[in-house]
């Protein structure tokens, strides 16, 4: 049974295709600059055939039909007719309070799904017209919606209502939403499983650190907090994002320099951050190896990151009472062993004891802490196409 999983953004179009028995990546591959330019197709497939080329491609209708073209083709394709595939799963970024699950999307569903797109305009709109895309491209072929704030919407009240007036939260349906939810929920099962143990057995603290970064407190198998918001700003330091701060610097800033709503979210969201503290790079590699030339702000900002991250799972052993594993995901996550151990230096008190021979590892799954370490840290590469391949087949199925 073939799935293919599409994460459809403003100008590009990642895509796998499963074998969902197997749970094998038949091929993959991601579409680029859409509709600027140089537009280009990068592709795999499991035989390791290599496809690079570039292409006019002005619209995800473009896009896409190049996906449909490429699995198709006679050399490196992996399907002899396009009915072989059984159904699409989509990424959704913003679900609202709508969806706290994935979703077979109907015409009602897709309504719905607009109508949460204020709270995502620059995500939604381009995971709609993937859908929409397809519909058309894939008549009758069922889709699923899977959405990164999904996993967050068990969180309690406490943790999303913001203190300001109630009235916004009713009126706007401002609040904390979260998102990285599906990576959250793979890793922080996968550590359960890891551990042998059922994870309505365990506390977990997952830390996705990647260009974009957000921390989750998992009790029970459910997402309790999260530090990202009603946007992806909140929280962590990012590549470019600033996280957390004092909201009074808005209006002082935008007195100051004159910046209008549209120029302080762009500052916000894309010269902040490591970017923005280092003056030099958004990417984790470049800022530590400048820190490591003796760079001041390079290695502030990589200071003020790891400290943000430290601060969020001291306050998250408080939300949940304690900690039985946490688990560090996404390319920094993944493949950062000193930012890392930076994170979780000195922490013998909390009982953390880090195995920094283990803690060399890049990119695959391991335990990184001792076997007297009271709390288990695991490395955990996350997998969300498989999440969504896995949660289409099983919507489809049951539909
Ligand atoms: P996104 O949020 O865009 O999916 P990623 O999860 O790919 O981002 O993470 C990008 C970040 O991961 C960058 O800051 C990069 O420096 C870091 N990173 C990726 N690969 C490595 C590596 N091999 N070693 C250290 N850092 C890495």
Known sequence: MKILVLNSGSSSIKFQLFNIEEEKVLAKGLVERIGIGDSAIEYENIEGKEVNKTLDISNHRDGIQDVMDILLDPEVGMLEDIDEIYAVGHRVVHGGEQFAHSTLITDEVLDKIEDVSSLAPLHNPHNISGIKVCKELLPGK?????????????????????????????????????????????????????????????????????????????????SVDTSMGMTPLEGLVMGTRSGDLDPAIIPFLMEKEDLDTEEIDNILNKESGLLGISGLSNDSRDVRQAASNGNHRAALADQIFNYRVRKYIGSYMAVLNGVDAVVFTGGIGENAGPVRANILKDLNNLGFDLDHKANKVRGEEKEITTDKSKIKVFVIPTNEELVIARDTKRIVENK
Request: glycine share 8%; net charge positive; proline share 4%.
């Open 142 to 222: 069922p889709q699923v919606g899977v959405f990164d704030t999904a996993f967050h919407q068990s969180m309690p009240e406490k943790a999303y209502i913001y203190a300001i007036p109630y009235e916004y939260y009713k009126e706007y349906e401002v609040r904390r939403y979260g998102f990285h939810g599906t990576s959250h929920q793979y890793v922080a099962n996968r550590a359960a499983e890891l551990m042998g143990k059922d994870i309505k057995d365990l506390k977990i603290i997952t830390c996705h650190l990647g260009n974009g970064a957000s921390i989750t407190a998992v009790d029970k198998g459910k």
